[in-house]
């Protein structure tokens, strides 16, 4: 895993257009790289890239905007250590807890957060496009990394 630059946005939209149904353009993407507040990371496999997670942070709060794994290298669990590794890096730099937000019908993507300990605090009814809600889910690191057991599952039970 590694941040992302402006060589991986090729195959970063095309892993967006084949993930998502009001996928982000190139040109969100190409902000995302010169946004301060933003953390893009990448996951390369083979050297090519097969993933990516896009997280905004604000003081020691990070939100997860963005993640997605090439369809082909799905299941194989790259998307879980995506997310633990940028996780980490997150932690590293202060942040204390992440927010996101997962359509209601994604259980690919709840049953990974979960898996990782984010909590559903909260509903945003119609919060897509399409009007499809969207749960809240909160991970707080802090509560993660200082209990010493270094794992989330570990930490937070199996879902
Ligand atoms: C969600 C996503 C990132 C998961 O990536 P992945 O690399 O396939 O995930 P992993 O192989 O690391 O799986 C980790 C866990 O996620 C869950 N999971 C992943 N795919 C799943 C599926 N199709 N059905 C149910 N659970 C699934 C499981 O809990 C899995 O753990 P397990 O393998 O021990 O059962 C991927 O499915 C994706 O890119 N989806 C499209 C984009 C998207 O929905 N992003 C999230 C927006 S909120």
Not at 84 to 89: A, D, K, P
Not at 111 to 129: A, D, I, Q
Request: proline share 4%; hydrophobic share 40%.
């Amino acid at each position: 895993m590694r941040r992302a630059g402006p060589e991986d946005l090729k195959k970063v939209v095309e892993i967006e257009q084949a993930s998502f149904r009001f996928p982000w353009s190139f040109y969100l993407f190409l902000r995302e790289l010169e946004n301060p507040a933003s953390r893009f990371f990448v996951w390369e496999e083979a050297e090519a890239v097969v993933g990516y997670a896009c997280y905004w942070v604000v003081a020691d709060e990070a939100y997860l905007a963005n993640i997605a794994l090439d369809p082909s290298w799905r299941r194989q669990g790259f998307g879980r250590r995506l997310l633990e590794g940028s996780l980490g890096r997150l932690a590293k730099e202060g942040v204390t807890q992440v927010v996101l937000e997962v359509r209601r019908g994604n259980g690919a993507a709840l049953s990974l957060y979960r898996s990782l300990g984010f909590k559903v605090v909260g509903k945003r009814p119609r919060h897509y496009e399409d009007g499809e809600d969207a749960w809240v889910m909160r991970l707080r690191l802090k509560e993660v990394f200082h209990d010493r057991s270094g794992d989330y599952r570990e930490a937070y039970g199996k879902p």
